[in-house]
């Protein structure tokens, strides 16, 4: 989150609520990954939180390293397959369903690859102008063809899906990732999450859909009803 770290708390508090909200309404494992999101972005919120203060206190300087980590970790590594799963595990359409498996195939490229930068890489954040700098040192990093392939898995999932306000995270990645990426095209991926409220209300509103809708009823065939099925 931009800003400070009051600024990042703030919001890390206010997501979790929103989580613990909407975990309320899970009725089945399959939901829970896409219920969980809010928890996702809550952990990252806190990881700025401590990044701040590690800017701002010597007492927490050492845990720069571990909270920049973290975040990217979920930044880079998680969401690229978390959000096509998640939304994957919630589709019944068999024809979504194939395109959605095929988001979440790339994104496991994507966060595989992001997962070994992370980890082989020299990893540096700053802060400048209220918003935190993040650079993982790889030459072989292309990060206009990542930027592209990291966009697929994260933003067009919950586009193909035609679960009722689903296209609603859509509209409010695709603006989160436009402000972002033009107005402050340095601080991409802390801006971004910037929109983690708005996004983790939308998916609060889904899952209390998913809660109160009535399940279809399967008319079992006569021929089945004869056999004692």
């Given at each position: 989150?931009?800003?400070?770290?009051?600024?990042?708390?703030?919001?890390?508090?206010?997501?979790?609520?929103?989580?613990?909200?909407?975990?309320?309404?899970?009725?089945?494992?399959?939901?829970?990954?896409?219920?969980?999101?809010?928890?996702?972005?809550?952990?990252?919120?806190?990881?700025?939180?401590?990044?701040?203060?590690?800017?701002?206190?010597?007492?927490?300087?050492?845990?720069?390293?571990?909270?920049?980590?973290?975040?990217?970790?979920?930044?880079?590594?998680?969401?690229?397959?978390?959000?096509?799963?998640?939304?994957?595990?919630?589709?019944?359409?068999?024809?979504?369903?194939?395109?959605?498996?095929?988001?979440?195939?790339?994104?496991?490229?994507?966060?595989?690859?992001?997962?070994?930068?992370?980890?082989?890489?020299?990893?540096?954040?700053?802060?400048?102008?209220?918003?935190?700098?993040?650079?993982?040192?790889?030459?072989?990093?292309?990060?206009?063809?990542?930027?592209?392939?990291?966009?697929?898995?994260?933003?067009?999932?919950?586009?193909?899906?035609?679960?009722?306000?689903?296209?609603?995270?859509?509209?409010?990645?695709?603006?989160?990732?436009?402000?972002?990426?033009?107005?402050?095209?340095?601080?991409?991926?802390?801006?971004?999450?910037?929109?983690?409220?708005?996004?983790?209300v939308v998916v609060l509103l889904i899952t209390?859909?998913?809660?109160?809708?009535?399940?279809?009823?399967?008319?079992?065939?006569?021929?089945?009803?004869?056999?004692?099925?």
């Amino acid at each position: 989150m931009c800003f400070s770290a009051t600024t990042s708390f703030i919001a890390g508090t206010a997501l979790t609520a929103i989580g613990v909200a909407t975990v309320r309404y899970v009725k089945t494992p399959a939901r829970l990954p896409f219920a969980a999101i809010p928890f996702i972005f809550s952990i990252q919120q806190f990881c700025e939180g401590f990044l701040w203060l590690s800017f701002t206190k010597p007492a927490f300087e050492s845990w720069q390293p571990a909270a920049a980590h973290i975040f990217l970790a979920f930044a880079e590594v998680v969401w690229p397959v978390w959000i096509p799963l998640s939304i994957l595990l919630l589709e019944r359409v068999t024809r979504r369903r194939r395109w959605l498996s095929l988001m979440f195939a790339i994104g496991s490229i994507v966060s595989i690859s992001m997962a070994y930068a992370l980890v082989n890489c020299p990893v540096s954040v700053s802060a400048s102008s209220g918003h935190i700098y993040y650079e993982i040192d790889c030459p072989y990093r292309l990060n206009y063809f990542n930027g592209i392939l990291y966009f697929v898995p994260t933003v067009l999932p919950s586009l193909i899906s035609r679960i009722r306000k689903m296209k609603t995270i859509t509209v409010v990645l695709m603006l989160s990732f436009l402000i972002s990426r033009f107005f402050f095209n340095d601080y991409v991926i802390s801006v971004w999450c910037f929109f983690a409220t708005v996004m983790s209300v939308v998916v609060l509103l889904i899952t209390r859909d998913l809660f109160y809708r009535k399940e279809p009823v399967r008319i079992k065939r006569k021929t089945e009803q004869s056999l004692g099925y």
